[in-house]
């Protein structure tokens, strides 16, 4: 049973417009949050975190938007850009240290 | 320095070979973990050092042997491996484990043949 969901595989959007990629976590326990980006051939390369006293944290162009009662979170990136198409990670973690990850959601943002 | 480096960087071995995967930060980060990657799916967590001492093992097979030798590195051994075990293995760091930022290595890409 995936406890950490990213239920699009991918998803497109237009260079300058909105791209808004979703999680959802099973655990409760679950308190601290990341995401990350991962190019071809590269490792992950961390982009933002959120933990659970939060709703909301903004760096530059990503948002990661928290839901703890619907055990939901997002990642916004505005405006997107060409460079941003990769495949991007949802990790959940309940004590800091052992993070479990989602399946990855590709993005390809269109010039 | 905000790097964590990983040799190297393609390995191919046999069933029958010893082999070992390396990994090295100078961050001052007391937490390292490898990580199994297979194609895309997301990675999964193997082992994580605390204070260079072993605090998770997910019940991995004895075929991989981690060690960490000091604070700065942290290596894989390899011996009897099989070919499902092929795969990207990644490393990362994070200050002291709780709640930080793990920083990903670029990866070990193994085959197995």
């Known amino acids: 049973d995936q406890q950490v969901k990213q239920n699009s595989p991918s998803l497109s959007v237009q260079e300058g417009r909105i791209s808004i990629l979703n999680c959802d976590y099973t655990n409760s326990m679950f308190d601290y949050f990341l995401w990350y980006k991962k190019y071809p051939a590269e490792g992950p390369t961390f982009l933002i975190s959120?933990?659970?006293?939060?709703d909301k944290n903004e760096d530059g162009r990503f948002t990661v938007f928290l839901n703890k009662s619907a055990k939901h979170l997002s990642l916004h990136i505005v405006p997107s850009q060409p460079g941003d198409s990769a495949v991007y990670f949802c990790a959940a973690s309940g004590d800091g240290q052992n993070f479990v990850f989602g399946p990855g959601t590709r993005l390809s943002v269109l010039p | 320095d905000t790097e964590v480096t990983q040799t190297p960087k393609h390995l191919v071995m046999g069933m029958t070979n010893k082999k070992s995967l390396k990994c090295e930060q100078h961050m001052g980060h007391r937490a390292m973990y490898w990580y199994k990657q297979k194609a895309k799916k997301p990675p999964e967590l193997m082992f994580v050092y605390s204070y260079e001492k072993l605090s998770i093992n997910e019940s991995v097979p004895s075929r991989f042997s981690p060690e960490c030798p000091n604070s700065s590195l942290l290596n894989l051994h390899l011996h009897a491996l099989q070919p499902e075990d092929s795969a990207l293995y990644l490393c990362?760091?994070?200050?002291?484990?709780?709640?930080?930022?793990?920083?990903f290595g670029p990866g070990t890409r193994l085959t197995v043949l």
């Open positions: 959120i933990s659970s006293i939060k």
């Open positions: 990362a760091s994070s200050l002291a484990g709780a709640a930080d930022t793990q920083y």
